[in-house]
């Protein structure tokens, strides 16, 4: 209802609503005295019919409202009204006027009228009442209905809102479960449900799928020397890379660090995923712009079957990983797939490292001692250290095989501890007994160096011992470096700094061992043992040594051979300038008494002990 229906309503329910007051009545009857006195002074100044006609109507239709309006007190007021007039008109009548008797006759009709008005009006009156009140309440509800249609209309627009909340939540709350927000793939939760379920899958239906393990080469030095968030942005550019390039039925995500996964779920052999992950290798080793500088990303992959290799999911990401370590024990940028033989080395290393870790208690690792001797005149310069594992179990067991194992699990750190403990307490005997004044060098493992309380263990054991601390020399090779450089130059400094020399071990076998030489202050360099094996045999060998002999010499650098086995290696070597020799052909390495008797003979003249 508009505001103008609204005011008309309102102004005819107040015009007639019901009303039973005396003081209301009395104030209509001093408006009809008024009325009747107007009327009398027309009668007698305007006695026409039209103005009287006139009158007579008005006050007809004042009795009416008032018996209508204000039923039994209106009614008796306006039948005493017209009583009144009657009366006037009675006396008009005795007097002799022309219209009296029609008047009177006006008044009479009109009294038995409102009579009839009054009985009715009296008799309605509870039902308009009703109506009335049944009006206020279809107008109340009416008002109420429109107030709550807008309050509906706002609880809705409320809930539509709280639904667009609720579902941006279950979207954000989906994606903190499931999805890395670095990569923006799946994480390793949700990979495990996808193993799962593919898992149900293909024992269901009998059909294997692949599961692929990725891991960045050197990723932890990117972290070291570019900063952790070029290293997000590694993962965030390779993760684009890799989408590009997988299958979608397959299952690519990113379970943490520089790790993904994909699973292959078509029926793939293996020649066709190892041509499926090359090109993806492919993308990979594209420059990859991180921050303003342009890196080259390579990664190894370990892949397994399931229902091939296994049944088990847990066996399949554990041989997964061991196919990924494998690739990446042979080299960087490459594909393996699982064998059992790996797994079964996987178990042996697993036992070896359980034996090696009582191998101290029980006294299983001694140490032996290869000697050194300068070129020109075969003076004994020396001795390397040496451990050694005789366990109980498997053995004299490889350093090449245990050292690893130990750097692993953190135990190279007690490990070497106790070669400089023994070393050091052994030699301070020699070098009272037999005035030793040689150099005996200590291989220093990547893990050992980066220990926060190398340098302080060092000084420590050699306070302890005794040992003058310039005879003593530091073997450290290159993948010591892919940790922090300048924890690497700071360990080389305060090594230096305490009177001990430091010695860059297997030269010629990493990828930036002659920028290493730029930045790090070496005292010596140690040429690899592969480069003096194919001496003779290898015209790129010859020219690789002789080269490195003259460019070491003009940094000032003296050149240690080690693994010489053969005459015409040294001869080689002699002709080249090589200042020092180690090897088979000149000593192997010796216990503890076969030192402090080659100490008591004194330095042999040619050097040349078998």
């Known amino acids: 209802m508009n505001r103008k229906h609204k005011l008309r309503a309102t102004f005819a329910d107040r015009l007639m609503k019901s009303v039973n007051h005396r003081r209301t009545a009395l104030a209509m009857s001093l408006a009809a005295a ?15 019919s039209l103005f009287l006609g006139l009158l007579l109507q008005l006050q007809m239709i004042i009795t009416i409202y008032l018996t209508l309006r204000y039923y039994f007190y209106g009614y008796i007021l306006a039948v005493s009204l017209n009583l009144i007039g009657l009366a006037f008109i009675v006396r008009q009548y005795d007097a002799g006027a022309g219209y009296a008797e029609f008047q009177g006759l006006f008044y009479v009709d009109i009294m038995i009228a409102l009579s009839i008005i009054a009985l009715y009006a009296l008799r309605n009156q509870k039902n308009f009442k009703e109506v009335l009140r049944q009006k206020e309440q279809v107008s109340k509800a009416y008002y109420q209905a429109a107030v709550s249609e807008e309050k509906l209309y706002q609880k809705n627009k409320q809930l539509e809102q709280s639904n667009q909340i609720i579902e941006r939540d279950r979207k954000q709350i989906y994606e903190l479960a499931y999805i890395d927000p670095l990569s923006g793939l799946p994480n390793r939760r949700k990979f495990q449900q996808f ?30 020397t570019m900063g952790h968030h070029t290293g997000d942005e590694l993962i965030r550019k390779a993760a684009q890379y890799l989408k590009e390039w997988a299958h979608p039925a397959d299952v690519l995500a990113h379970i943490g660090g520089d790790e993904f996964t994909l699973m292959i779920l078509r029926p793939l052999e293996r020649p066709a995923i190892a041509a499926y992950l090359g090109k993806m290798t492919e993308k990979l080793n594209q420059p990859m712009v991180l921050g303003d500088k342009k890196v080259v ?38 594909i393996c797939f699982f064998e059992k033989s790996l797994f079964n080395e996987l178990i042996t290393d697993a036992r070896l490292e359980q034996e090696l870790r009582k191998a101290l208690i029980n006294q299983e690792l001694f140490l032996v001692f290869q000697p050194q001797y300068f070129v020109p005149d075969g003076r004994l310069r020396g001795f390397e250290t040496l451990i050694r594992w005789q366990s109980s179990e498997f053995g004299l067991v490889s350093p090449a095989r245990f050292i690893p194992i130990a750097e692993h699990n953190g135990q190279i750190v007690e490990i070497g501890k106790w070669i400089m403990r023994e070393t050091f307490r052994t030699f301070k005997l020699y070098q009272d007994q037999h005035l030793f004044s040689g150099k005996l060098a200590v291989n220093v493992s990547a893990v050992q160096a980066m220990a926060p309380d190398f340098v302080t263990t060092v000084r420590d054991l050699l306070r302890e011992s005794g040992f003058d601390p310039t005879q003593l020399e530091f073997e450290i090779t290159e993948t010591a470096f892919d940790a922090r450089l300048e924890r690497v130059r700071h360990v080389i400094s305060e090594l230096r700094s305490m009177g001990a020399s430091v010695a860059l071990d297997d030269f010629g076998t990493g990828y930036s061992s002659l920028n290493y030489l730029q930045k790090l202050p070496f005292d010596l360099v140690k040429i690899d043992k592969a480069f003096i094996d194919k001496i ?10 002789s080269t490195i002999i003259s460019m070491l010499h003009q940094m000032n650098l003296p050149v240690l051979a080690e693994g010489v086995e053969t005459g015409e290696q040294n001869a080689f070597l002699d002709l080249n300038h090589c200042d020092i020799i180690q090897g088979y052909l000149y000593g192997r390495p010796m216990r503890m008494k076969e030192v402090d008797t080659l100490l008591r003979k004194g330095s042999p003249e040619t050097g040349h002990q078998q």
């Open 297 to 334: 990303v390579t990664a190894c992959f370990g892949v397994t079957t399931f229902l091939k290799d296994t049944g088990s999911t847990v066996d399949l990401l554990k041989f997964a990983d061991t196919a990924m370590y494998q690739a990446k024990a042979g080299g960087k940028n490459r």
């Open 195 to 224: 193993l799962k379920t593919a898992s149900v899958n293909a024992l269901r239906d009998g059909q294997p799928f692949s599961l692929v393990f990725m891991d960045f080469d050197n990723f932890k030095q990117v972290n070291d």
């Open 34 to 48: 008024l009325f009747l006195f107007i009327s009398v002074i027309g009668a007698f100044y305007d006695p026409t």
């Open 536 to 545: 003779h045999t290898d015209l790129k060998s010859n020219q690789f040594v």
